[in-house]
């Protein structure tokens, strides 16, 4: 039997993390874990199995960038892709967020009929 998938969402805006999370699991059927701020994001992805992590750019604690980059430096968690949502999607952004080593960006607003296909289609799922 397959395994269910396991993508952790990092979003400090409560009431879009639940919209994500309800699209992720009801429309591609994966298991969801939420995340308010990155060290919560951090602490979880250092402790749980998960397939991708979902991750805001803009958050107040710590960005998502650097968030990225602390993820990257640990064993446990620098082999999850992850995907960036972020509301910055001029070229410039897009650029310094590709040359990170990104699995893949995702703009906000986005639209939740097909978000979960674009994780999918992102990741190669």
């Not at 990092?10 to 059927?29: F, K, Y």
């Not at 951090?42 to 805001?56: G, K, P, S």
């Not at 995702?106 to 190669?124: C, E, S, W, Y």
Request: charged share 20%; proline share 3%.
């Amino acid at each position: 039997m397959l395994l269910k998938k396991r993508i952790l969402v990092i979003d400090d805006e409560i009431n879009l993390s639940t919209v994500i999370q309800a699209c992720l699991e009801n429309l591609g059927g994966w298991e969801t874990l939420t995340a308010v701020s990155a060290k919560e994001g951090l602490t979880i992805a250092q402790t749980q199995q998960l397939d991708a992590i979902l991750l805001d750019v803009m958050m107040p604690d710590m960005d998502g960038l650097t968030l990225f980059r602390e993820l990257q430096k640990d064993s446990v968690t620098q082999k999850i892709p992850v995907i960036l949502f972020t509301a910055k999607v001029q070229s410039t952004d897009l650029d310094e967020f590709a040359k990170l080593g990104v699995a893949g960006i995702i703009a906000k607003p986005f639209d939740p009929m097909t978000l979960a296909d674009q994780v999918a289609f992102t990741l190669g799922w």
